[in-house]
């Protein structure tokens, strides 16, 4: 079982002592004036420091996520200040990432446990896999058996098992530490029968099996731009983003070994980040078709196995 939450550590700095806040509204106010003071990154856990600083405080409070607007005008108590205080000077002042400190993430109505052994979830493939996923297969064709390569966290793999409710998936990570995560997080969602661990560089050590729906959020990252990275995502293991010179190594070696391991009807869906130029460049042959988000990111592509077949690779 991963650990559980680390102690609060050393004292806060006498020279990071807010002022006298009385409520959670005034930490909440407070709180985002600092997070652009100390040029705080975000997009792990939120967007925008009002919400993840409203989430910080919610849960080092223990309190609820869904807790009424009302909840800002709750007094703190002096302990609870200690504790408050602690946990931001942790966030801005190192630049742990929320998540690390929580030691969860959430994908939709879905909650992980995640550490500093694993990338933090994050992903469009929460809103493909239940809205666009399904409109890639064949209707008269339940889907058998899935595959998430790069699995981390196990997160994407079990958003998989839930949307395909009769099929097996395997989960394939090259990381033991994130191994490790990924098999607690299986067990807590109660899907050890369905969802199969392998500790893989990509499709190596994995059985030969011939897969419906094959889905990577895989290190994408050019090595170069990895000194580049804000603190926040520095935190994140260098082997989750790390995607090599130009950020194609693990996306070159998963569509060239999912060629023999696609049913006819099967697809590959790849999430490559700000890659989608590059990909277009390197692999013209495939005719990378690009989901949209709602966003408007579009980095989310699909092969179909066919076309895959014939690729010279």
């Known amino acids: 079982m991963p650990p559980a939450r680390p102690p609060l550590g050393d004292r806060p700095s006498p020279r990071f002592r807010p002022g006298k806040l009385a409520t959670l509204a005034d930490w909440l106010a407070w709180a985002e004036r600092q997070y652009a003071r100390h040029k705080v990154a975000l997009g792990q856990v939120a967007t925008t420091a009002h919400d993840e600083a409203l989430y910080l405080l919610l849960r080092t409070l223990r309190l609820p996520l869904e ?3 009302a909840v800002l005008r709750r007094k703190v108590t002096l302990n609870e200040a200690r504790q408050v205080q602690e946990v931001f000077r942790r966030r801005l002042k190192e630049h742990v990432p929320a998540a690390y400190l929580t030691r969860e993430a959430w994908l939709g109505d879905h909650r992980f446990y995640v550490d500093e052994r694993v990338i933090i979830p994050r992903s469009y493939f929460l809103e493909i896999i239940p809205e666009q996923l399904p ?6 064709k339940p889907v058998k058996h899935a595959v998430d390569v790069c699995t981390g966290s196990g997160c994407l793999a079990i958003l998989l098992a839930h949307q395909f409710a009769g099929a097996k998936v395997d989960a394939i990570e090259l990381s033991p530490d994130a191994l490790a995560v990924a098999k607690f997080n299986i067990a807590t969602h109660r899907l050890g029968k369905r969802v199969k661990l392998f500790h893989s560089d990509v499709f190596d050590a994995v059985p030969r099996v011939k897969y419906d729906v094959i889905l990577s959020n895989p290190p994408y990252v050019p090595t170069r731009e990895l000194r580049r990275l804000p603190a926040e995502f520095k935190n994140e293991p260098k082997m989750a983003l790390d995607g090599g010179r130009n950020g194609l190594d693990v996306i070159r070696k998963l569509l060239q070994q ?18 989608r130029a590059a990909m277009d460049r390197a692999f013209p042959e495939l005719d990378l078709h690009w989901l949209h988000t709602a966003d408007g990111e579009d980095c989310v592509c699909l092969v179909q196995a066919a076309r895959l077949k014939t690729w010279p690779g």
Request: glycine share 12%.
């Open 67 to 69: 807790s009424k607007p």
């Open 135 to 140: 409109q890639w297969l064949p209707p008269n």
């Open 258 to 275: 999912a060629r023999d391991r696609l049913q006819p009807h099967g697809i590959v869906l790849l999430e490559v980040g700000g890659l």
